[in-house]
């Protein structure tokens, strides 16, 4: 009897699986087409200066439509695009497009704002990444000091050396980088302190609970400090409410970017953002 349901546990188990792997698959083979045909989009969301008020910087975020399932979140898709490899074609598409448009913009005559991409430590890790993305900035034309580069947490568990040299060479070439998602990895202080990196990004999970869990209330504040200490900036990510970016401001958070200010929206969108606060009125 035990066996019996055993048996049948174990063949309902990997039906589940085989469906949950099937789907993977398939998904996987639309990815490709999608690259194939050019189907992703970029948005937008503006990084504001609590200070000013004013819109800095952009973040890049991909965005997939499917033809058959609308939108699927990043969420899914990058996980898998790093699975079958098929993230560096991907990354290599959104350095491309995020440098182009920001080129454009200034082109168009925008005040010039910087634009944040984030990276996949397998794009990182890739033999020629420095030299790829040094040329993708000449091809575009964009000023390096113009690019920002968002990396986890996770870089901390690669070789360090390696890290900081490649690190340095951005630094030195002028372009950003920012530590993604602050707070929820494993990176211990001295390591932190030993990357040069510019600007910390508090990770939303903490930003929702300011002013509501008193513990989210004092690492915010604590990575702000953190981040000044080291001489690097911060950015509060997720900021959602008034009150949040009244306590973020009075604690010397250098920028914020959240649904307070904007969704990320496509270009045309972006540019009626940046518009709006040139007369003064986002927040
Ligand atoms: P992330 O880099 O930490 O990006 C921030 C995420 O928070 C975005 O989700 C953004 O839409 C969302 N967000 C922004 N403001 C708010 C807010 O006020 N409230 C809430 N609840 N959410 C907010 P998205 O676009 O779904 O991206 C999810 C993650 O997928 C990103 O997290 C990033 O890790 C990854 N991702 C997105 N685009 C790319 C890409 O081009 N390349 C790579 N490698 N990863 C990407
Ligand atoms: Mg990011
Ligand atoms: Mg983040
Ligand atoms: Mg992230």
């Given at each position: 009897y035990t066996k019996q349901t055993g048996r049948n546990g174990y063949t309902f188990y990997n039906n589940e699986m085989n469906e949950k792997s099937r789907e993977k698959l398939s998904l996987g083979n639309d990815l490709h087409k999608a690259l194939l045909h050019d189907n992703f989009l970029l948005y937008y969301?503006?990084?504001?200066?609590v200070q000013s008020g004013q819109i800095i910087g952009a973040e890049a975020l991909i965005r997939w439509k499917h033809p058959e399932k609308g939108f699927i979140s990043p969420a899914e898709f990058i996980p898998l695009a790093e699975e079958n490899g098929l993230i560096l074609q991907m990354g290599e598409w959104v350095l491309r497009t995020a440098c182009q448009q920001n080129k454009a913009w200034q082109d168009a005559g925008y005040e010039p704002i910087r634009m944040s991409v984030n990276l996949s430590m397998h794009q990182f890790q890739q033999k020629n990444f420095i030299e790829s993305i040094l040329r993708t900035l000449e091809e575009t034309g964009l000023q390096a000091n113009y690019l920002e580069l968002e990396v986890t947490e996770s870089i901390a568990m690669y070789d360090i050396e390696n890290v900081i040299k490649k690190l340095d060479i951005l630094d030195k070439a002028g372009i950003h980088v920012s530590v993604d998602d602050f707070g929820t990895g494993y990176?211990?202080?001295?390591y932190l302190r030993r990357l040069p990196v510019h600007t910390l990004k508090i990770d939303q999970s903490f930003v929702r609970d300011i002013n509501i869990d008193w513990?989210?209330?004092a690492i915010v504040n604590s990575i702000i400090t953190l981040a000044h200490t080291l001489r690097m900036n911060v950015v509060a990510e997720g900021v959602e409410t008034q009150e949040q970016f009244a306590f973020l401001k009075e604690h010397g958070c250098d920028r914020i970017q959240g649904y307070l200010v904007s969704p990320p929206v496509p270009a045309g969108q972006f540019?009626?953002?940046?518009?709006?606060?040139v007369e003064g009125v986002t927040l």
């Open positions: 969301q503006p990084q504001v200066d990176s211990s202080l001295n513990d989210d209330t540019e009626q953002l940046v518009k709006k606060t």
